[in-house]
């Protein structure tokens, strides 16, 4: 669950990075004027880049194609304006410094040091270790209803088993894009990001109605879970064919995590399930952690930042998260055996 909190509050925080994207760092003077020198002679200081004989569109100025830019920097889009911009960021950030004065935004972002040609390597890193401990709740979660637990005519007594299997790919789904995401940050990583962001939130929310409500009847959970697939569908490709609105798509974001959110902290406030301290612990915690997001702070040695601990709390709250899910299907599968009985 703490997944769908990490990617509503993720789209308000990239809208408001897209609202004052003209940040102080890209219009100072200085700094244009760095950006405007490098693209004419390809180079910073001592630094030259080879690539600079291209524009920003990977097509050679001129000569025959074999003089084009290589596939895979086109593909990492690390062409002469993303080289341009970034040593004259290191080099303006590295007298402000020396002024005393703190580290401002270049559109939009904070001055990350790139390692390995990773943009933002902690977020990387911390969204990678994500990945792992999802792919840990998931695959303990599978062992535990096909081989721990008693099964019935080769399949599980727990109701909700292929919704938490689909829970779980697409959560595995979302962080494998956030850590592309982080690396580096192009159209295609970025509609890919927030697509994949958009269908964890919208099926979470499915899941939390049909589990919080206790819907068993199949015919039920088509007549729930259809308007809102539809919906989720149809928002996913309004923003990838017609128009990637960030604003449209924050609203959307926001309105199922804050639904599923209400959803999941008034279910474990009626219920008398034995495991409701973890799903408590998760809806505090995750909202806890939403402060880092709102304490926005310049990443330490130009490495972690704000966004990256916030990373780093997920993993925690999502190991919780897993453990309540395998509690529920212990729980449900023992109610159900007694009634057999």
């Given amino acids: 669950m703490v997944d769908r909190y990490r990617f509503a509050f993720f789209a308000v925080f990239l809208y408001l990075v897209r609202v004052f994207e003209a940040s102080a760092g890209d219009a100072d003077p200085l700094y244009r004027a760095c950006v405007e020198q490098c693209e004419k002679t390809g180079c910073v200081g001592e630094i030259c880049f080879p690539h600079c004989k291209f524009p920003s569109d990977g097509a050679s100025v001129d000569g025959p194609w074999y003089l084009q830019e290589p596939l895979y920097l086109r593909w990492k889009q690390w062409d002469c304006q993303s080289d341009c911009r970034y040593y004259c960021m290191l080099d303006r950030e590295k007298e402000r410094e020396a002024l005393g004065n703190r580290p401002v935004k270049y559109h939009g972002k904070w001055p990350f040091k790139r390692v390995y040609g990773i943009q933002e390597p902690a977020s990387v890193a911390l969204s990678a270790l994500n990945l792992a401990m999802q792919f840990h709740g998931w695959l303990s979660f599978l062992i535990l209803l096909n081989y721990k637990l008693p099964l019935k005519s080769k399949k599980t007594y727990y109701e909700y088993t292929t919704l938490w299997h689909i829970y779980g790919l697409l959560s595995m789904n979302s962080w494998f894009w956030s850590a592309v995401f982080h690396s ?13 962001a958009v269908a964890l939130i919208g099926f979470s929310l499915i899941i939390a109605i049909l589990r919080s409500f206790n819907v068993r009847v199949e015919a039920t959970r088509v007549m729930i879970s259809a308007p809102l697939l539809a ?45 409701r301290w973890k799903l408590w612990t998760v809806v505090v915690g995750g909202g806890l952690a939403m402060l880092l997001e709102i304490y926005d702070f310049p990443p330490y040695s130009g490495f972690i930042d704000a966004h990256a601990l916030w ?31």
């Fill in 184 to 196: 580096r940050d192009v159209d295609l990583t970025e509609k890919l990001d927030y697509s994949s």
């Fill in 231 to 275: 919906f989720v569908t149809t928002h996913i490709l309004y923003l990838n064919i017609y128009n990637f609105d960030y604003g449209w798509n924050m609203i959307v974001c926001v309105a199922m995590g804050v639904a599923q959110l209400l959803i999941w902290a008034i279910w474990a406030g009626v219920t008398r399930h034995p495991s």
């Fill in 311 to 341: 990373h780093a709390t997920t993993i925690p709250l999502s190991y919780i998260w897993w453990s309540f899910i395998k509690d529920d299907a212990e729980f449900r599968t023992s109610s159900l055996l007694k009634k057999v009985k």
